[in-house]
């Protein structure tokens, strides 16, 4: 078989009868996909630090209530303001927790590509307990929905809470909002949101993508 020659951005393959047929390279294709700032390390670290404020000013010493990060995203927004409120704030004794919500999302076994599994790290009950949900990005709500129903495997809290980094109002299947949000965007179904960290991505940006 001939391989494919390339010339100014494009795959040549070659037909049965000879005949060239244009498709485009992989870095053509990239180069179709557009991606600007929507938060650099600095406003984010700037963020970090007033959600955690604002979570200090609602429960004080944190003695009834739990931090739980959403697996995968949410667990590095939810470290990140745990070693805050620790560090900076000198908070002790917050109880943190770790949720995968697999085994609990409506679209669960409807796919063709089956879903990979997180781990949940949670010893602790919750029941009576002022709960706050942690994630990178508020979408559809139905992660959310999701949680709300995993987290009964662990009691019967008091009160749910939800902190966003990212706020997409305008893509809610679900009556679900954020009491806690970094930021509010407005991006259409075409767009994703998409946060890095520097412990995973090594630096710490907000882009919003689109085609």
Request: proline share 4%; charged share 25%; with cysteine.
């Amino acid at each position: 078989m001939e391989k494919p020659l390339q010339m100014q951005g494009l795959f040549l393959f070659p037909t049965f009868f000879k005949i060239y047929v244009l498709l485009p390279s992989p870095e053509a294709v990239v180069k179709h996909m557009s991606q600007r700032v929507l938060l650099n390390s600095k406003e984010i670290n700037i963020i970090l630090h007033r959600l955690a404020c604002q979570l200090l000013e609602t429960h004080l010493d944190f003695s009834e209530t739990v931090l739980i990060g959403l697996q995968p995203r949410g667990i590095f927004l939810a470290e990140r303001l745990l070693k805050i409120l620790k560090e900076e704030y000198k908070v002790k004794n917050i109880a943190m927790g770790l949720l995968d919500i697999t085994f609990y999302r409506d679209d669960f076994g409807r796919g063709e590509k089956p879903l990979q599994a997180n781990t949940t790290k949670i010893d602790f009950l919750v029941e009576d307990k002022s709960v706050v949900f942690i994630d990178d990005v508020l979408y559809t709500g139905r992660s959310i929905r999701a949680a709300l129903t995993a987290i009964q495997s662990f009691g019967r809290p008091k009160n749910v809470e939800l902190l966003t980094l990212i706020d997409r109002r305008f893509s809610r299947h679900l009556p679900i909002q954020p009491n806690y949000r970094g930021r509010q965007v407005d991006a259409i179904n075409e767009e994703r949101v998409k946060v890095m960290w520097a412990e995973n991505e090594g630096e710490d940006v907000v882009y919003l993508v689109s085609k």
